[in-house]
C-alpha cells in the first residue's frame, strides 16, 4: 500500500512539471529534506578580465575615445555556491577611496546604476556533492543597464536579491582612466627580513608617472603597488612619503617630485621571491575522486630556485568533466624535517586570496612530525605557497608574513607587479580616481 501511494505521487508530481531541484550533488528525498535549513555560502570565485582567467580585475573606461593600454573592457565574476534552492542573485558595485573605504559620494555612488541581477546560474554536475550552483556575471555590458562612469577602487559585492543585507561574496577591482603616464622599472637590491638577520636577495620598483595637462599636480595623492593576484595587499606610496622610518622586515617608499606633472615613486625592501608551488588538481592520476582526504604524493619542503615557472599568482582554466568536477577535501603536508619553527605557519594562494586566514593557518602534528592543514578546494589548477610570521588570534590573521623563510629568494624568479596613480579630483562632490595603470616583470 505504502509503495503504491509512493508512485501515485510520484506521477502526480511528474505531471505537473514540477520535479524538484537537485539537492547537493544529485541528493533528494531524506537527504535533501536534511539539507532544507543550510545556509547559501560561496566556496570558491573568480573576477578577471572577461575571455581570459589569468588576466587582472582591471576595468578600463574611456577619456576622450582614448582607454587605458593596460585592462579589459568588461569583467567576468564566476563562483560556486552551496543553496538549498535556485538562488536569486544581485550585484552590487560600490566605489571605494585610494584605502578601499566606500566613497560618501551620491554622485558616484549611483546604486541605481551600479547593480545588476543578470546572473547566469547553473547546477552543479551530477558527479559533484560539495556544491549546488555555479553563477557567472560579465559586466559591463551593451544591453544592461549598469553603468561604469567613474575610475577608481570598487568593491563587486554579491547580495541576496530578497535580503540584500545578505552578502554572499566581496571582493576588489580597479576601474582605470588614461589620464596619466607610467614607466615602470625593477632592479636588483637586498631584501632584509624580520626573522633573519643576513641580507638576502631584494628588489627596488621605480614608477615614474606623468600627468595629463588637464590635472593638476597637487592634486596627486598616492601609487599603489600590488604582485599580480594579491589584490587585498597593496603596497602604498603616498605623496612625500620618506624611508627614515623604515620598520625592519617591511617595505620602504620613497616620493620623488620632478618638475611640472612629473614625479619618480621608489618601493624597495621588496622580497626577489620564489616562483610559486604549483597544484594541479585537475590531474586525476595523482588527485583520483575518492571521496575522501587526499594529499600531495610526496610532503613539501622549504626550497630555493625551483625549475618551475607560475602563472603569476593567477588560476589558469583546466577542463574537468562532470563527473569529476567538484571539491576535494584536501591536505597540505609541510616536512620541516621534524623540527617545530618558532614562527606561525599558514598556506595561501590562488583558493584563498593570497590571504594567511585562519581556515588555512597549518598545525603541527606530533605523530608524523609535519605541519598540516586542511580544507576544501576547487578542483583546477592553483598557486600556492608557505607564509611564517606571528598569528594574531584577535585579528584572525598572520602578522609579518614573510614567504622567503620557507620559499627562498632567488633573482631567477620573475614576479608580476601592477601600479596605480590615485588622483583626488574635487568635482562631482569628490573623489579619488586612477588616472593611470602600469605593470612590469621583475
Same mark, same amino acid.
Given at each position: 500500500m ?18 524538484p ?6 541528493r ?6 536534511g539539507?532544507? =535549513?543550510k545556509? %547559501? ?10 575571455? +581570459? ?9 574611456p ?20 543553496? #538549498?534552492?535556485? #538562488?536569486?542573485?544581485?550585484? /552590487?558595485l ?9 566613497? /560618501?559620494?551620491?554622485?558616484v ?5 551600479? /547593480? ?16 549546488? $550552483?555555479s ?5 559591463? %555590458? ?14 563587486a ?12 561574496? +566581496?571582493t ?6 588614461p ?5 615602470? =622599472? ?10 633573519? %638577520?643576513?641580507?638576502? @636577495? ?15 599636480s597637487?592634486?596627486? !595623492?598616492?601609487?599603489?603597488? $600590488? ?11 603616498n ?12 617595505y620602504?617608499?620613497?616620493?620623488n617630485?620632478?618638475?611640472? %606633472? ?6 624597495? &625592501? ?6 610559486? *608551488? ?7 592520476? $595523482?588527485y ?7 594529499s ?5 619542503? #622549504? ?5 618551475t615557472?607560475?602563472? &603569476?599568482?593567477?588560476? #589558469?582554466e *583546466?577542463?574537468?568533466?562532470?563527473i569529476? &568536477? ?30 594567511p586566514t585562519?581556515?588555512? !593557518? ?18 583546477a ?19 609579518y ?13 620573475? /614576479? ?8 583626488a +579630483? @574635487?568635482t562631482?562632490?569628490? $573623489?579619488d ?10
Amino acid at each position: 500500500m505504502q509503495h503504491l501511494q509512493s508512485l501515485i505521487l510520484f506521477l502526480l508530481v511528474l505531471a505537473s512539471g514540477c520535479i524538484p531541484p537537485r539537492q547537493q550533488g544529485g541528493r533528494t528525498g531524506g537527504e535533501a529534506d536534511g539539507e532544507a =535549513a543550510k545556509l %547559501t555560502r560561496v566556496l570558491w570565485y573568480r573576477l578577471h578580465g572577461a575571455g +581570459e582567467v589569468t588576466t587582472a580585475p582591471i576595468l578600463r573606461i574611456p577619456i576622450n575615445g582614448k582607454r587605458a593600454g593596460i585592462g579589459s573592457d568588461a569583467l567576468t565574476l564566476t563562483f560556486d555556491l552551496q543553496a #538549498p534552492s535556485i #538562488p536569486n542573485l544581485t550585484l /552590487q558595485l560600490i566605489h571605494c577611496d585610494r584605502d578601499w573605504k566606500p566613497t /560618501q559620494n551620491v554622485f558616484v555612488q549611483d546604486a541605481t546604476r551600479l /547593480q545588476s541581477s543578470d546572473f547566469t546560474v547553473s547546477i552543479a554536475p551530477f558527479g559533484a556533492t560539495h556544491y549546488d $550552483y555555479s553563477a557567472a556575471i560579465t559586466f559591463p %555590458t551593451g544591453g544592461s543597464l549598469l553603468r561604469i562612469e567613474h575610475s577608481g577602487n570598487y568593491l563587486a559585492r554579491v547580495v541576496d536579491y530578497f535580503n540584500p543585507d545578505n552578502v554572499l561574496l +566581496e571582493t576588489r577591482f580597479f576601474v582605470v582612466e588614461p589620464s596619466a603616464a607610467l614607466r615602470m =622599472a625593477t632592479y636588483s637590491d637586498f631584501y632584509e627580513t624580520r626573522q633573519a %638577520t643576513a641580507l638576502q @636577495t631584494g628588489l627596488r620598483v621605480n614608477i615614474e608617472t606623468e600627468l595629463d595637462f588637464s590635472l593638476f599636480s597637487t592634486q596627486l !595623492r598616492a601609487v599603489h603597488l $600590488y604582485n599580480s593576484g594579491a589584490w587585498f595587499s597593496p603596497m602604498v606610496a603616498n605623496v612625500g612619503d620618506q624611508f627614515d622610518s623604515l620598520e625592519r622586515g617591511s617595505y620602504w617608499t620613497r616620493w620623488n617630485s620632478a618638475f611640472g %606633472t612629473k614625479s619618480v615613486v621608489e618601493f624597495g &625592501n621588496i622580497p626577489a621571491g620564489n616562483e610559486h *608551488r604549483l597544484l594541479d588538481l585537475t590531474d586525476l592520476s $595523482y588527485y583520483p575522486s575518492t571521496g575522501g582526504l587526499i594529499s600531495t604524493p610526496l610532503s613539501d619542503q #622549504p626550497r630555493q630556485w625551483p625549475n618551475t615557472i607560475d602563472n &603569476n599568482g593567477m588560476a #589558469p582554466e *583546466r577542463y574537468v568533466g562532470d563527473i569529476d &568536477n567538484d571539491y576535494l577535501y584536501f591536505q597540505f603536508r609541510l616536512d620541516l624535517f621534524g623540527q617545530k619553527a618558532k614562527e606561525d605557519i599558514c598556506v595561501v594562494g590562488t583558493f584563498n586570496n593570497w590571504l594567511p586566514t585562519r581556515d588555512w !593557518r597549518m598545525f603541527y602534528d606530533e605523530k608524523t612530525g609535519y605541519y598540516l592543514a586542511r580544507g576544501l578546494i576547487k578542483r583546477a589548477f592553483h598557486e600556492y605557497q608557505y607564509v611564517a610570521g606571528t598569528w594574531d588570534e584577535d585579528a584572525g590573521t598572520l602578522r609579518y608574513p614573510d614567504a622567503t623563510l620557507l620559499e627562498g629568494n632567488s633573482r631567477q624568479s620573475s /614576479q608580476l607587479f601592477y601600479a596605480f596613480v590615485y588622483y583626488a +579630483e @574635487t568635482t562631482s562632490g569628490g $573623489y579619488d580616481r586612477i588616472v593611470g595603470v602600469g605593470a612590469v616583470v621583475s
